[in-house]
């Protein structure tokens, strides 16, 4: 049992690339959920999925398309990166969206030159 | 909208310490509050939950206490450990709210 896996741990683009982040869990999750974290910030939460096909924009959206691929996956692509996007990414999943527990994956660390 | 705050880090102290993390929030009706831990290099983890006023949660020696009246959620562990070092995120789920509010962390460092 992995709990919440994701694909890659670091990743460096120059401005302008693509890349997709990739998320996986294998609890039998309905809910996942993608956030950034920066110094000071906390986590702030980018778009969601309450339940596989539906997709749901969070606090800070702008940049990024997410797909809920079937009730295990859930990725997060941005079309264009751009440095304002170099952060730490964290995908979480959880029973539902009335749960009250939230499991979060080890991070994506990426960095936008 | 719902808001927690937190006390600004790090928060230094020396193993056998004792340990107190300031919480406050601002939300409609009676959220549920939690407290959760980020060890170095991985993700978020739950530490401790409460549900309703005056609630109790615990768990590895850390404890907090769920305070309306004080819009308050206060972390504390008697005795700090080395092992305890992280970054500790309080956060609010208002009921009808699908998505969780977390502050914006604190870190602590214990030195031995």
């Known amino acids: 049992n992995a709990g919440v896996t994701q694909t890659p741990k670091f990743q460096v683009l120059k401005t302008g690339q693509s890349m997709t982040l990739q998320c996986a869990q294998d609890?039998?999750?309905?809910?996942m959920y993608w956030y950034r974290q920066d110094p000071g910030m906390g986590l702030r939460l980018i778009y969601y999925?309450?339940?596989?096909?539906?997709?749901d924009k969070g606090e800070v959206p702008n940049g990024y398309n997410v797909s809920r691929l079937n009730k295990r996956e859930f990725s997060l692509r941005l079309e264009s990166a751009a440095p304002s996007q170099t952060s730490v990414y964290f995908c979480?999943?959880?029973?539902?969206?009335?749960?009250?527990?939230?499991?979060f994956g080890p991070g994506t660390r990426l960095t936008v030159t | 909208g719902d808001s927690v705050t937190q006390m600004e880090g790090p928060v230094t102290l020396s193993e056998e310490a004792f340990l107190t993390i300031n919480c406050t929030y601002t939300?409609?009706?009676?959220?549920?509050l939690f407290w959760y831990v980020q060890y170095p290099g991985e993700g978020l983890q739950l530490l401790l939950k409460?549900?309703?006023?005056?609630d109790k949660g615990s768990n590895k020696g850390f404890e907090a206490t769920y305070r309306k009246e004080t819009t308050s959620f206060h972390l504390e562990k008697g005795s700090v450990q080395v092992s305890d070092s992280a970054v500790y995120f309080c956060?609010?789920?208002?009921?009808?709210?699908?998505?969780?509010?977390f502050g914006r962390g604190t870190s602590l460092i214990v030195h031995p």
């Open positions: 956060a609010l789920k208002a009921g009808g709210s699908y998505i969780p509010t």
């Open positions: 409460a549900t309703k006023a005056d």
């Open positions: 999925s309450a339940s596989e096909g539906t997709t």
């Open positions: 609890m039998n999750h309905n809910s």
């Open positions: 979480a999943s959880s029973k539902d969206t009335g749960s009250y527990e939230q499991y």
């Open positions: 939300a409609t009706g009676y959220p549920s």
